[in-house]
């Protein structure tokens, strides 16, 4: 079974731009959570989705949004980059709601922005 | 005040040694997951809990929800037990449940 596929694994975006993340979940999972992770601040929740509805929010600016397939695939995307959203972006599985049942976390993208 | 407080920050052990993270919460929750993150930043879900004990291999964790306390302990440690090792929590917060996560324990292993 193929597990939770995060692209792209590194990037790089100037300040100002904008940038979309995919997350493809492990078959037949359909929930996907997404996390940020900085040196500071830890691990953070973003945002889950469940059967193609956002079911939860972190506490993130609007800039931050997302949505799922009826694939459940995800995609993260985030506008008008700023340097402090550098940080590597988690994606995370589960065949129930996020933290309910086991979840299993893709290797991440690590985004920089200079 | 952190929702999830994690303790120690940072342990070193010999190979062969009895090792236990604590993990202590703030927050009403509906499970407990411990994870595991090495270099490189891959995360691996050892356990979720939501009451009593747990055992995979050398890796046990148990809850006492009434003390809102957790603990990882890893038995004939190993350093490819080396990591980081995070404890988050489901809870529910302001009509949205989310996972509030610890700030980590990164253990180093000698051999």
């Known amino acids: 079974k193929a597990g939770v596929t995060q692209t792209p694994r590194y990037l790089i975006k100037t300040r100002g731009q904008q940038v979309t993340l995919s997350c493809s979940p492990i078959s037949g999972h359909r929930s996907v959570s997404w996390y940020q992770q900085t040196p500071g601040q830890g691990l953070q929740f973003l945002f889950e989705?469940?059967?193609?509805?956002?079911?939860n929010k972190g506490n993130f600016p609007g800039r931050f949004s997302g949505r799922q397939f009826s694939n459940s695939r995800s995609e993260m995307n985030v506008s008008t980059l700023e340097l402090g959203d550098s940080a590597l972006y988690l994606c995370a599985s589960s065949s129930g709601p996020a933290g309910s049942t086991e979840a299993f976390f893709g290797q991440g993208t690590r985004l920089t922005v200079v | 005040k952190n929702e999830v407080e994690q303790s120690p920050q940072n342990l070193t052990a010999q190979e062969g040694e009895f090792i236990t993270i604590n993990c202590s919460y703030s927050?009403?929750?509906?499970?407990l997951h411990w994870l595991q993150q090495h270099p490189g930043g891959g995360i691996v879900s050892l356990f979720m809990?939501?009451?009593g004990k747990k055992k995979h291999g050398r890796l046990i964790a148990t809850i006492n929800i009434q003390e809102k306390h957790s603990s990882l302990h890893i038995t004939a440690s190993h350093p490819r037990d080396s990591a980081v090792y995070i404890c988050a929590v489901r809870s529910l917060q302001g009509g949205s449940e989310k996972l509030v996560f610890g700030k980590g324990t990164k253990l180093t292993v000698n051999p």
């Open positions: 989705y469940f059967s193609e509805t956002q079911r």
């Open positions: 927050v009403g929750i509906s499970a």
């Open positions: 809990l939501s009451s």
